[in-house]
């Protein structure tokens, strides 16, 4: 499965570039906007620490736009800025949801973790590491929650509390996506952020859920005894193969001499 989906992510982010590339063009300007340009004109540590925190808000609210715009892409869809701004009344609430956990999480890395540290005994290491768990339990978890609130809909609550059964139940997987986030990320340090960037993040995680959601499709119904047995991944992702194909370098680049 894991294989798979990496090859279902690179295409569908291929099939997509220039939808990510318009989506990752608005996480640049709202760092720019709220992050980079209050220090520059001088606004002073406080002002800047209050545009800090708006801005990750701000882009929280984004990355949900985007979140729920790709959801679509996962489903072999187009998409656009038309599908995106019309899931605003939908994404705003699980973006400041998620902005604010993107603060919690920047504040103990920031500040608690090494406050705790500067402790220098027993209890402040016991209590740093307690931290760094718990806020890496978060981050793994997260990576389920928009993806979840775009495809199925319902309360922050809900969501949240499947991210978390999720978690638990791929953790092998978890930290595997969360790796290929993080190598996606450094590898658009190249290419700007402009791809695949945020807005790649926000598309492998939808082709995550997507295909993590076929495995408890398959145990619903099923007599408890079966739900033992391993999980048919080649026979689930039978249909998804045969839509996403076969992919070559020449196709990918000159599609029309595909067959030539």
């Not at 999980?231 to 000159?254: A, S």
């Amino acid at each position: 499965m894991t294989g798979f989906f990496i090859k279902k992510a690179f295409f569908d982010g291929w099939d997509n570039l220039f939808a990510l590339v318009a989506f990752n063009a608005g996480y640049l300007l709202l760092a720019l906007v709220f992050i980079v340009v209050p220090p520059v004109l001088g606004a002073g540590d406080a002002l800047s620490l209050i545009a800090l925190c708006l801005g990750v808000l701000a882009l929280g609210v984004w990355h949900s736009l985007t979140a729920y715009a790709v959801d679509g892409i996962a489903d072999y869809k187009s998409t656009g800025f038309q599908e995106f701004f019309s899931r605003i009344g939908e994404a705003w609430k699980p973006g400041i949801a998620f902005g604010l956990l993107c603060l919690l999480v920047i504040f103990s890395f920031m500040v608690g973790i090494p406050f705790y540290l500067g402790m220098k005994s027993f209890i402040g290491l016991f209590l740093a590491s307690l931290l760094f768990w718990v806020n890496l339990t978060l981050v793994l978890a997260s990576q389920y929650f928009l993806p979840l609130a775009a495809r199925r809909g319902g309360s922050l609550r809900r969501n949240a509390r499947v991210a978390f059964t999720l978690l638990l139940d791929n953790l092998g997987f978890s930290f595997f996506l969360l790796l290929y986030n993080t190598v996606t990320l450094v590898l658009s340090v190249a290419l700007a952020f402009l791809a695949p960037g945020f807005a790649g993040l926000a598309l492998a995680s939808a082709d995550a859920v997507k295909l993590r959601l076929k495995k408890y499709n398959w145990l619903e119904g099923k007599d408890p005894s079966m739900r033992k047995q391993r999980v048919p991944w080649v026979e689930l992702l039978e249909e998804e193969k045969d839509l996403v194909g076969e992919r070559t370098l020449k196709g990918m680049i000159f599609p029309w001499k595909e067959g030539k």
